[in-house]
């Protein structure tokens, strides 16, 4: 079992950027790929990047190019660098392992992208 506590939403102009970071209580060494994911009311939670444990990253075609996934696995982080922020961003952020396990959900980080 382990907490996932993310941290780094906000309000931001379009265009702006925000740093995400999803700390660990435990070691993720262990855990071969981790993901951030969003959600927006009303819709289902959709995978937005994953990042395997060499460093491997995939992203969904919506944030290719904008957003940059990584972890850092001495300090049991896994962070999502987004740049270029779109109104459509909007959601709130969590991570998870990938696949997603239920027990894992945390409170995720509200991201508000408006003008």
């Known amino acids: 079992q382990v907490q996932l506590v993310e941290s780094g939403g906000g309000l931001v102009q379009p265009g702006g950027s925000l740093r995400l970071s999803c700390a660990a209580s435990r070691s993720i060494f262990s855990i071969n790929v981790m993901g951030w994911y969003r959600q927006v009311p009303g819709k289902q939670r959709e995978l937005v990047a994953r990042?395997?444990?060499?460093?491997?990253?995939t992203y969904a075609d919506s944030v290719k190019g904008r957003f940059t996934i990584s972890r850092d696995n001495a300090k049991n982080t896994v962070y999502l660098q987004m740049n270029s922020l779109k109104p459509e961003d909007t959601a709130v952020y969590y991570c998870n392992t990938y696949p997603p396990l239920t027990t894992y959900w945390g409170q995720g980080t509200q991201v508000t992208v408006s003008s």
């Open positions: 990042v395997t444990r060499g460093g491997t990253t």
